[in-house]
């Protein structure tokens, strides 16, 4: 047992300048305390009597093994990464720290942090109360810090820096993707400079275009109609990115009496986000529904810098944000950009696509920023004893984000929820206000008329998103699945359709991996957990099935001695993505990037009457797609040959994840070819390819007479720190395809083999 030592001056002053709410809270205690037992994988089931004490065994629990990784993701969101490493170093997103900095002193005022942290439950309030308390504790036992962060960016943290990383995720699938957008907005005697610096913008497009990729995932619900046992059966699969701050972490929390929940939660947050408790289990998957609008503006044709609404001129509010920078010399001097805004929101600008000249501007309105329930949503989620307490939860409190729910529970029911923030604009407000030439992919309104903001329902949870009576919602008990298409085809029995096009657009292509989840699920006969875990550790390549007699009948044809080579691998190739699959599955990715460019390319195109199974082969009886298999073909054999790969090489020597020096080679592949085991790689030396983003947390979970019954894993392991014995162990087992039983109850907890305990306290 570790008795509690006071904490150090300094966190003892981090905890002061904390937000002071504390009377607000709980009625104090004399002692804090909470019990971390750890399992195999080092994985932590905390136990304490109230929210503080949770919170408390979280925060330590989190800072032992990811101590670093908060530390740096803390400096990020308080706008602080410039003074500590100098404004051209990079974030892990690939941002320029000036920018970063810039916008998130802008995103994270004074006063919006403190309304949001007002808005909170004297529950949650004391969750953060208790996390901050824990991680200042073990930081104060950590001497020497760790050598990824021995820097003077590392401090105690306060409240306010888990409302500023919650309030970063909120806005990931908003604002969050025109940081510089927003950074760089200039009026038009500026606009030559910023057309002039392309490389962020080239960068901050690619992250656009990745979003839904390293942050995608599948979920397939079982009913009782569908399940061998008679029982229902979640399978949760989120492919989110491998390193920072939506790095999943997984652990198990208590409250007797009141609180039982296990799973996986993102760094700051004293909850799980994807778990299951003793009567249900749940998980999400990024949805296709939009939670921002741009609005374009009519300026003032005396001034840019004023905007015309309703016809009367306005001024563009001008919010000075100042930055402190670290100079060549190590001296900080602060410095300052000007943000923009007009009633709408922020003033972003992207050359070529959004420009700000003397006649328009652009302004972004992110539903998210004005959604405090966030943490609320996930707790009452977290304490969910049915579908029913779930889905009211979900209904009043409209707290999530930009995800969907996927549901079942111990009844053998399934649930499948649309019910993210939404901004309220119906199909009516979109013919008389957006502009058809936008398209659908971002919606663009009309600044000029105030009629053209979003409706505002009382029913709603909040002013000008979607009362969640309007949003997609199916219980069913036979099964729903979801993997990041609209809500339309969740089960192709019950389609849902007629929605405004910002919640979901029904008649739309699914991707390959939810055809491949349809396949396995339209197949006759009931499933087992079995049957959940193949379609992820399958590897299966869904196009593969799709197009590769038709490659093969162009290789039949093909005399040059470097395209035959191609055309051999291919055919010996298994169609998987499997550690042992051959360079066949190198050349299927070449030739499906290069095809998926080609026009009319399908033999059978998508048709809305049947999205499970168009499109589908390749019309090589047109000349011009068979010629692009050949260049194809040809392109990839240069490609494999200039890489340096071997014949005879597997996927396993190329995919993999480094972690302290050690290699551990990584199953899958992309979403875009159908594999259900999602994995996003970047290329690394010799033809390798380093997993930055994939699956992540998976878990499948039943019940029985005796509760939850759940196995899994979480792909990267438990610690970011390389010198953790559990920063790479549960990456071992993902590798091997080993999935760990999730002990659950006290039995099961104190006998597994590698069970340690340890109780801390701290004096109030």
């Known amino acids: 047992m570790i008795i509690s030592r006071p904490l150090s001056k300094a966190c003892l002053a981090g905890l002061c300048l904390g937000l002071s709410v504390s009377a607000q809270a709980q009625t104090p205690s004399t002692h804090v305390s909470a019990e971390i037992r750890r399992t195999t994988f080092g994985v932590p089931h905390i136990k304490a009597a109230d929210e503080r004490g949770l919170g408390y065994g979280i925060g330590y629990a989190y800072a032992q093994d990811n101590l670093c990784l908060l530390a740096n993701e803390v400096t990020t969101v308080n706008g602080e990464r410039s003074k500590f490493f100098g404004p051209e170093g990079q974030t892990l997103e690939q941002r320029d720290n000036l920018s970063s900095d810039v916008f998130f002193k802008w995103l994270n005022t004074p006063h919006a942090v403190d309304a949001f942290w007002q808005a909170q439950t004297p529950q949650v309030q004391a969750l953060i109360e208790g996390y901050v308390a824990g991680y200042n504790r073990q930081l104060s036992e950590r001497n020497p810090l760790p050598a990824a962060c021995d820097n003077p960016s590392v401090r105690p943290l306060t409240p306010q820096d888990l409302v500023k990383l919650t309030r970063r995720l909120l806005v990931e699938g908003g604002v969050g993707q025109f940081a510089e957008a927003l950074v760089g907005a200039t009026p038009p005697q500026a606009s030559a400079q910023l057309a002039s610096r392309p490389q962020p913008f080239a960068l901050a497009a690619e992250r656009m275009q990745r979003f839904a990729l390293d942050r995608g995932s599948n979920a397939v619900a079982i009913g009782r109609e569908r399940s061998n046992t008679g029982r229902a059966m979640l399978l949760a699969n989120p492919h989110f990115p491998w390193v920072g701050g939506m790095r999943f972490y997984e652990m198990h929390l208590t409250i007797p009496g009141k609180l039982d929940v296990m799973g996986a939660a993102l760094p700051g947050l004293p909850l799980i986000n994807i778990g299951f408790n003793r009567h249900m289990a749940w998980t999400h998957t990024v949805d296709t529904s939009k939670h921002f609008t741009l609005y374009r503006l009519a300026l003032d044709p005396q001034d840019p810098k004023r905007y015309l609404l309703d016809g009367q001129s306005l001024p563009l509010h001008e919010q000075t944000v100042s930055v402190e920078v670290k100079q060549a010399d190590g001296s900080v001097k602060p410095q300052?950009?000007?943000?923009?805004?007009?009633?709408?929101?922020?003033?972003?600008q992207w050359p070529g696509k959004l420009d700000w000249d003397d006649h328009v501007a652009f302004s972004l309105r992110d539903a998210n920023l004005d959604n405090d329930r966030v943490l609320q949503q996930w707790y009452a989620i977290n304490q969910a004893h049915s579908l029913d307490a779930l889905q009211a939860s979900v209904n009043r409190l409209q707290g999530?984000?930009?995800?969907n729910t996927l549901a079942v529970d111990d009844q053998g029911q399934t649930l499948y929820m649309n019910l993210s923030v939404v901004p309220y604009v119906d199909q009516a407000k979109l013919a008389a206000c957006s502009d058809p030439a936008a398209g659908l992919e971002m919606i663009l309104l009309d600044g000029s008329r105030s009629t053209c903001a979003w409706t505002v329902d009382p029913h709603a949870a909040q002013a000008g998103i979607y009362?969640?009576?309007?949003?997609?919602?199916?219980?069913?008990?036979?099964?729903?699945?979801?993997?990041?298409?609209?809500?339309?085809?969740?089960?192709p029995q019950?389609?849902?359709?007629?929605?405004?096009?910002?919640?979901?657009?029904?008649?739309?292509?699914?991707?390959?991996?939810?055809?491949?989840?349809?396949?396995?699920?339209?197949?006759?006969?009931?499933?087992?957990?079995?049957d959940l875990q193949g379609m992820v550790m399958d590897n299966r390549v869904y196009l593969a099935g799709q197009v590769m007699p038709d490659l093969l009948h162009v290789c039949q044809a093909e005399q040059q001695a470097p395209l035959v080579a191609v055309c051999a691998s291919l055919k010996a190739w298994d169609q998987q993505a499997n550690l042992d699959s051959g360079i066949g599955l190198v050349h299927f990715q070449n030739l499906m990037a290069q095809l998926f460019e080609v026009p009319d390319v399908w033999r059978v195109p998508f048709s809305p009457a049947d999205p499970q199974h168009t499109p589908r082969g390749l019309n090589i009886e047109q000349p011009t797609v068979r010629q692009a298999v050949h260049e194809a073909l040809a392109a990839s054999a240069a490609q494999v040959a200039q890489a340096g790969l071997r014949a005879d090489v597997t996927w396993g020597e190329i995919q993999g994840?480094?972690?302290?020096?050690?290699?551990?080679?990584?199953?899958?592949?992309?979403?875009?070819?159908?594999?259900?085991?999602?994995?996003?790689?970047?290329?690394?030396?010799g033809g390798k390819q380093e997993v930055v983003s994939g699956t992540?947390?998976?878990?499948?979970?039943?019940?029985?007479?005796?509760?939850?019954?759940?196995?899994?894993?979480?792909?990267?392991?438990?610690?970011?720190?390389?010198?953790?014995?559990?920063?790479?162990?549960?990456?071992?087992?993902?590798s091997k395809k080993q999935w760990q039983t999730l002990p659950f109850t006290d039995a099961q907890i104190n006998a597994d083999p590698n069970y340690q305990r340890v109780e801390i306290r701290q004096r109030r």
């Not at 389609?495 to 396995?520: E, H, T, V």
């Not at 990584?666 to 999602?678: C, K, S």
């Open 696 to 734: 992540s947390y998976v878990q499948t979970v039943t019940f029985d007479e005796h509760g939850p019954q759940a196995q899994g894993m979480l792909a990267f392991s438990l610690s970011s720190d390389p010198a953790s014995r559990h920063a790479s162990d549960q990456t071992r087992a993902f």
């Open 336 to 348: 300052s950009r000007v943000i923009y805004s007009s009633a709408f929101g922020p003033v972003v």
């Open 467 to 491: 009362p969640a009576r309007q949003l997609p919602q199916l219980r069913r008990t036979d099964y729903v699945q979801h993997s990041n298409d609209s809500a339309w085809m969740a089960n």
């Open 400 to 403: 999530i984000p930009w995800v």
């Open 494 to 530: 019950a389609p849902l359709r007629g929605y405004s096009p910002l919640i979901s657009q029904d008649g739309q292509p699914l991707g390959p991996r939810a055809r491949f989840a349809l396949q396995r699920l339209s197949q006759p006969g009931t499933l087992g957990v079995s």
């Open 657 to 685: 994840v480094s972690v302290g020096g050690q290699r551990t080679p990584i199953h899958g592949g992309p979403a875009v070819l159908g594999v259900y085991n999602a994995m996003q790689s970047v290329p690394g030396e």
